[in-house]
């Protein structure tokens, strides 16, 4: 059985992406995203171009306070599983994530973006235990957790989306399409520069 990572948020966090599981790089690195061809780091270097990405030994940590500076976090849907390699499809026996814990550390959270289709299979499990009492409208091009977009109907004060993978598996979608879709959602949030 393998463990995850701890989520990536803050207080002041507004929109946390969920991805599947970490990949064996990203397990060997204790890293998020730790794969160097992942395109995860590389999407939100060209949304945020007014600062540099860090490199060299300590650039996670650098990055991370990036990430954290911007409000945006970082988690998986899963906590544990069993998995050969690190395609999605490897995934067994997968445990999902305590989500409440989420809405505790994150008292700001607006949006869950999933990291393709693997992490979006779960939002309806994810939705009732993020779902505030408020209701609002949600920006243009959410998806219900339910199904259907959710500009359709009223949604929960948290809203959800679903983004092509930034895993260089997901090879259908080239950089320059997964860019003008992350930057589409993050744009709606005023996450840009």
């Known amino acids: 059985m393998l463990t ?31 794969h160097p061809q992942n395109h995860f780091w590389r999407i939100l270097q060209a949304i945020w ?55 505790r550390l994150c008292p700001q959270l607006e949006a869950i973006v999933h990291n393709g289709g693997e992490s979006f299979k779960h939002a309806r499990k994810i939705a009732p235990t993020l779902v505030a009492s408020r209701t609002a409208l949600p920006p243009e091009g959410a998806i219900s957790p ?3 977009p959710a500009a359709k109907c009223l949604a929960p004060a948290i809203v959800f989306y679903k ?23 993050l744009e709606k949030h005023g996450l840009t520069d």
């Open 49 to 103: 171009p007014s600062s540099p990405l860090s490199t060299g030994a300590s650039s996670y940590q650098k990055r991370s306070e990036w990430l954290l500076a911007r409000q945006l976090g970082l988690w998986d849907v899963y906590a544990s599983c069993e998995r050969e390699g690190s395609l999605d499809s490897s995934i067994r026996k997968p445990v999902v994530n305590d989500f409440a814990e989420l809405q």
């Open 146 to 148: 339910w199904g259907g």
């Open 4 to 34: 995850g990572l701890p989520p990536l948020v803050s207080s002041r966090t507004r929109l946390v992406v969920l991805g599947s599981f970490p990949g064996v790089a990203s397990l060997a690195s204790q890293q998020y995203y730790g």
């Open 163 to 185: 983004l092509p993978s930034t895993s260089p598996a997901n090879a259908s979608w080239s950089f320059e399409r997964k860019l003008a879709a992350w930057r589409e959602v």
